[in-house]
């Protein structure tokens, strides 16, 4: 099943990017308005953000430099196309978790628009064949 994500990811980058956005719009709404503003906890806050510059970190540097090139012989194009994506949408999960356990809206727009930005960088990468040569 994972290859054929992979291979329709690989083939329509432009769709699965603008599916994840309006997924993505469609948790965040429906989260605004379930989270309350009781039980707000600050340093949760500050633990978003630095898990959506870890998000950066993976998808511009640690998967293209060490995890691909290492299982470069266990794992297709398409997988590989698929790992990214999933790093790059990791900073709005965690988003959505701070966002349920306490953090404030602000945190969650963080890494809402990290994760954007990431799923537009990786579906240009995946577009333009860099998951082939990295």
């Known amino acids: 099943m994972d ?4 291979q329709s990811l690989r083939r329509y980058p432009w769709i699965w990017l603008a599916g994840t956005l ?8 429906t989260l ?11 340093w949760l806050d ?10 950066v970190l993976a998808v511009t540097v640690l998967v293209p430099r060490v995890v691909v090139p290492r299982s470069r012989g266990r794992t297709s194009e398409d997988r590989s196309s698929l790992m990214r ?5 990791a900073p709005f999960l965690g988003g959505v978790g701070g966002l349920m356990l306490g953090s404030h809206q602000w ?4 890494a809402f628009l990290t994760s954007a930005v990431l ?9 333009d064949g860099e998951a082939r040569r990295a």
Do not use: D, H, Q
């Open 85 to 89: 994506w999933a790093f790059a949408i």
């Open 46 to 55: 500050w633990l978003i953000p630095a898990f959506a510059a870890y998000g």
């Open 22 to 29: 309006l997924l993505m719009l469609a948790v965040w709404s």
């Open 119 to 127: 799923l537009v960088y990786t579906a240009v990468t995946i577009r």
């Open 32 to 42: 605004a308005t379930v989270a309350g503003e009781n039980g707000r906890r600050a």
């Open 3 to 6: 290859e054929r994500l992979g």
């Open 107 to 110: 945190a969650m727009t963080v």
